[in-house]
């Protein structure tokens, strides 16, 4: 047990990575729509590439989204409306009616009163025949009308027989003039008006059952298709009918293969692909970013974006389809851009846009897009800290959206006049969502601990409140530091090294000297040397503390590890050379740990540069009248020694980009101390 227990503990990092790949693995299979895949790609308009297809088994054609939604909207505009009479407004209107009309029309006044009187009569009962309702919504549709008593059919119509309470008066009129009796129209009107009740109530429930009956009764097929019947041979054109069989084939074929008996051996085949393509990734870190792949922080970051961009792409795509292009995919290189670098973006990016191929419709389309946008964010985006650079960026990813994306749909339809003006506006918000990413960044730096360009912008402002007490505490560190910084800088951008990164190390490389800032000389004005007073051993101690100070300091203010590294490194594993000889000659049997820096060495190209750069400009200030020759001298003799140390054993630097480093540092001391061409006598 104590053994597992303890290859568990050495090895506790890589069993970290398997559980990560793991769960990553099988939660993006869950995200995964759960239908099959039809073997086959085509696309309407374009030539059938596979073999001659042959129906595999029986099956039916399917109507198409456009015809259905057609036969339902016919079938509600001819729906039949249902209505409950109530017999008993007829009787109560007819003795109202003869209640009032003596009031309204006195004898003495009307002579042909009974005229009148059959006249009024014989026109509610046209009013009552079918009957009168007050449903204004329902008065222009065309539908047939049933009437019910109870719950028993009596008769049917359609809508122009009903009459509304609004439609009494221009009928009134329309008689009145037709028999001759305008003359009587103001009394008859009024009388009417408040005589005239609607008989017939609208039964909703009754007619929306009818018409979900009618509309579950859609045929869903146009015909069916036998096995082995020729479907499609290879060349021809997918097209008209073709197109058809072909879609209503990948639907059954995907219905068939996803059922019950079939979904283990399905979920295992989604899995093995995503599997292999997140070891792919992994190998991808392990063989390239090595340092990366030693950090599960980096690793999981990594993999947690893959995730987060499946999860969004699954969203939408199950909300609804064609808002996919409005998901920012390209945040995912610039995010990794950020914090790592540009080739591990892209890599990843591409990784991702293999894996939603599997859950976007026209996956081919929509990867050939993305990845293409991917490689552009790439290649556009050199300084994601300055705004401009990001704000460039993104309109040309957007510019490449719609390229891309007109010229697919040319090839697919042959015409622009069908083209989908609102997909442009997708693309737009798509680049408006990609700006997202500042924000985004600074909540990685705090969730992951993490620290891009951005941060180390804002590190490099001198005003910042740990450098402000540099230079006030320790000035004569701070100068020694801002040179150093502009020298590592140089150096940076000679080999293509982080040039960002290695001036805020620079920068605070020393911040430990703040401790004990008189016991250096940079920082002694008064003429006096503490160290003086202290024996070679305790002032060995003293400048080797400034490591461990630095890093306390450092990390109280909340320094990235990526900055704590340059503090940790810059003297790597180096003696305290004065002090140790000065020692020496004076007792023989001495530890030379007690005179040597606690390290570890310089294990970057950026650490590596810091450490040649402090030690060429501390040194530099002791050259007394220096020429060009004596500078070249001193740059090698520095630099040479720190080799032969084996300084740089563990930094992933090359003999020529020191020797390019050396040029750059010889260049720039000569041109801090103005000296001039030397040129022979």
């Given at each position: 047990?104590?053994?597992?227990?303890?290859?568990?503990?050495?090895?506790?990092?890589?069993?970290?990575?398997?559980?990560?790949?793991?769960?990553?693995?099988?939660?993006?299979?869950?995200?995964?729509?759960?239908?099959?895949?039809?073997?086959?790609?085509?696309?309407?308009?374009?030539?059938?590439?596979?073999?001659?297809?042959?129906?595999?088994?029986?099956?039916?054609?399917?109507?198409?989204?456009?015809?259905?939604?057609?036969?339902?909207?016919?079938?509600?505009?001819?729906?039949?409306?249902?209505?409950?009479?109530d017999e008993t407004v007829k009787a109560n209107v007819l003795k109202q009616f003869n209640e009032n009309f003596n009031i309204s029309f006195p004898d003495s006044i009307y002579p042909s009163k009974d005229e009148i009187k059959r006249f009024g009569e014989n026109l509610i009962k046209t009013f009552y025949e079918y009957g009168v309702t007050n449903e204004d919504?329902?008065?222009?549709?065309?539908?047939?009308?049933?009437?019910?008593?109870?719950?028993?059919?009596?008769?049917?119509?359609?809508?122009?027989?009903?009459?509304?309470?609004?439609?009494?008066?221009?009928?009134?009129?329309?008689?009145?003039?037709?028999?001759?009796?305008?003359?009587?129209?103001?009394?008859?009107?009024?009388?009417?008006?408040?005589?005239?009740?609607?008989?017939?109530?609208?039964?909703?429930?009754?007619?929306?059952?009818?018409?979900?009956?009618?509309?579950?009764?859609?045929?869903?097929?146009?015909?069916?298709?036998?096995?082995?019947?020729?479907?499609?041979?290879?060349?021809?054109?997918?097209?008209?009918?073709?197109?058809?069989?072909?879609?209503?084939?990948?639907?059954?074929?995907?219905?068939?293969?996803?059922?019950?008996?079939?979904?283990?051996?399905?979920?295992?085949?989604?899995?093995?692909?995503?599997?292999?393509?997140?070891?792919?990734?992994?190998?991808?870190?392990?063989?390239?970013?090595?340092?990366?792949?030693?950090?599960?922080?980096?690793?999981?970051?990594?993999?947690?974006?893959?995730?987060?961009?499946?999860?969004?792409?699954?969203?939408?795509?199950?909300?609804?389809?064609?808002?996919?292009?409005?998901?920012?995919?390209?945040?995912?290189?610039?995010?990794?851009?950020?914090?790592?670098?540009?080739?591990?973006?892209?890599?990843?990016?591409?990784?991702?846009?293999?894996?939603?191929?599997?859950?976007?419709?026209?996956?081919?389309?929509?990867?050939?897009?993305?990845?293409?946008?991917?490689?552009?964010?790439?290649?556009?985006?050199?300084?994601?800290?300055?705004?401009?650079?990001?704000?460039?960026?993104?309109?040309?990813?957007?510019?490449?959206?719609?390229?891309?994306?007109?010229?697919?749909?040319?090839?697919?339809?042959?015409?622009?006049?069908?083209?989908?003006?609102?997909?442009?506006?997708?693309?737009?918000?798509?680049?408006?969502?990609?700006?997202?990413?500042?924000?985004?960044?600074?909540?990685?730096?705090?969730?992951?601990?993490?620290?891009?360009?951005?941060?180390?912008?804002?590190?490099?402002?001198?005003?910042?409140?740990?450098?402000?007490?540099?230079?006030?505490?320790?000035?004569?560190?701070?100068?020694?530091?801002?040179?150093?910084?502009?020298?590592?800088?140089?150096?940076?951008?000679?080999?293509?090294?982080?040039?960002?990164?290695?001036?805020?190390?620079?920068?605070?490389?020393?911040?430990?000297?703040?401790?004990?800032?008189?016991?250096?000389?940079?920082?002694?004005?008064?003429?006096?040397?503490?160290?003086?007073?202290?024996?070679?051993?305790?002032?060995?101690?003293?400048?080797?503390?400034?490591?461990?100070?630095?890093?306390?300091?450092?990390?109280?203010?909340?320094?990235?590890?990526?900055?704590?590294?340059?503090?940790?490194?810059?003297?790597?594993?180096?003696?305290?050379?004065?002090?140790?000889?000065?020692?020496?000659?004076?007792?023989?049997?001495?530890?030379?740990?007690?005179?040597?820096?606690?390290?570890?060495?310089?294990?970057?190209?950026?650490?590596?540069?810091?450490?040649?750069?402090?030690?060429?400009?501390?040194?530099?200030?002791?050259?007394?009248?220096?020429?060009s020759t004596k500078i070249d001298n001193f740059v090698e003799t520095i630099l040479n020694k720190q080799m032969d140390d084996g300084q740089f054993l563990n930094a992933n630097i090359t003999f020529k980009e020191i020797q390019a480093i050396k040029k750059v540092l010889k260049r720039k001391l000569a041109n801090i101390y103005h000296l001039r061409i030397e040129?022979?006598?």
């Amino acid at each position: 047990m104590k053994d597992f227990v303890n290859l568990f503990y050495k090895n506790h990092a890589f069993v970290y990575k398997v559980l990560l790949f793991i769960a990553t693995t099988f939660l993006i299979v869950y995200l995964f729509p759960k239908s099959g895949k039809f073997k086959y790609d085509f696309e309407k308009g374009k030539p059938w590439q596979s073999e001659t297809l042959y129906a595999p088994f029986d099956f039916a054609i399917q109507k198409t989204n456009e015809e259905l939604d057609q036969e339902k909207i016919q079938i509600e505009k001819t729906a039949i409306k249902y209505f409950n009479l109530d017999e008993t407004v007829k009787a109560n209107v007819l003795k109202q009616f003869n209640e009032n009309f003596n009031i309204s029309f006195p004898d003495s006044i009307y002579p042909s009163k009974d005229e009148i009187k059959r006249f009024g009569e014989n026109l509610i009962k046209t009013f009552y025949e079918y009957g009168v309702t007050n449903e204004d919504e329902l008065i222009a549709s065309k539908s047939a009308v049933t009437i019910l008593k109870g719950r028993v059919e009596i008769s049917k119509t359609d809508f122009s027989n009903i009459y509304k309470q609004t439609q009494v008066r221009p009928k009134i009129d329309e008689e009145l003039k037709k028999n001759n009796l305008e003359d009587f129209a103001k009394p008859l009107s009024i009388l009417f008006f408040n005589t005239i009740k609607p008989n017939l109530e609208f039964n909703s429930d009754l007619s929306d059952k009818a018409l979900k009956v009618r509309i579950n009764s859609i045929a869903y097929n146009r015909g069916s298709i036998e096995k082995e019947t020729l479907i499609i041979s290879k060349g021809e054109v997918v097209e008209g009918n073709k197109f058809l069989i072909l879609k209503s084939l990948e639907s059954e074929y995907e219905s068939q293969v996803w059922n019950e008996s079939n979904y283990n051996l399905i979920v295992f085949a989604y899995t093995l692909l995503v599997a292999l393509a997140l070891l792919m990734l992994l190998l991808f870190l392990r063989k390239y970013r090595l340092d990366v792949y030693d950090n599960n922080t980096k690793v999981t970051f990594i993999f947690f974006n893959v995730i987060f961009m499946v999860l969004l792409t699954t969203l939408v795509v199950n909300y609804d389809s064609k808002y996919i292009y409005i998901v920012p995919i390209a945040i995912l290189p610039l995010v990794l851009k950020a914090f790592f670098d540009a080739r591990l973006g892209l890599f990843t990016h591409v990784i991702t846009v293999l894996l939603l191929g599997f859950i976007v419709p026209n996956s081919s389309e929509y990867m050939f897009l993305q990845i293409l946008a991917g490689i552009v964010t790439i290649l556009t985006v050199s300084e994601l800290y300055k705004r401009a650079n990001l704000f460039i960026s993104v309109g040309q990813i957007t510019l490449i959206y719609i390229i891309a994306y007109f010229a697919f749909f040319l090839i697919h339809e042959g015409s622009i006049e069908t083209l989908k003006w609102d997909t442009f506006g997708l693309f737009v918000l798509c680049g408006l969502a990609t700006l997202f990413v500042q924000p985004l960044i600074y909540i990685y730096e705090k969730l992951f601990g993490l620290v891009s360009d951005v941060s180390l912008l804002e590190l490099s402002d001198t005003n910042t409140k740990l450098l402000k007490r540099l230079s006030n505490e320790a000035p004569g560190t701070f100068h020694h530091s801002l040179n150093v910084a502009n020298l590592a800088e140089a150096a940076a951008n000679e080999i293509g090294a982080n040039a960002m990164l290695i001036r805020v190390g620079a920068l605070y490389h020393d911040i430990g000297k703040m401790q004990n800032p008189t016991y250096y000389t940079e920082n002694q004005s008064s003429g006096i040397n503490p160290h003086d007073e202290l024996s070679p051993k305790e002032s060995a101690k003293v400048i080797v503390d400034h490591v461990i100070n630095g890093i306390e300091i450092a990390k109280k203010n909340n320094l990235p590890d990526r900055v704590i590294d340059f503090i940790r490194t810059h003297h790597g594993d180096s003696t305290v050379y004065y002090f140790y000889m000065k020692e020496k000659a004076i007792n023989d049997a001495i530890d030379i740990a007690d005179f040597s820096y606690p390290g570890p060495k310089p294990f970057s190209k950026e650490t590596a540069i810091l450490m040649m750069c402090d030690s060429v400009e501390a040194a530099s200030k002791s050259l007394k009248e220096p020429t060009s020759t004596k500078i070249d001298n001193f740059v090698e003799t520095i630099l040479n020694k720190q080799m032969d140390d084996g300084q740089f054993l563990n930094a992933n630097i090359t003999f020529k980009e020191i020797q390019a480093i050396k040029k750059v540092l010889k260049r720039k001391l000569a041109n801090i101390y103005h000296l001039r061409i030397e040129y022979p006598e």
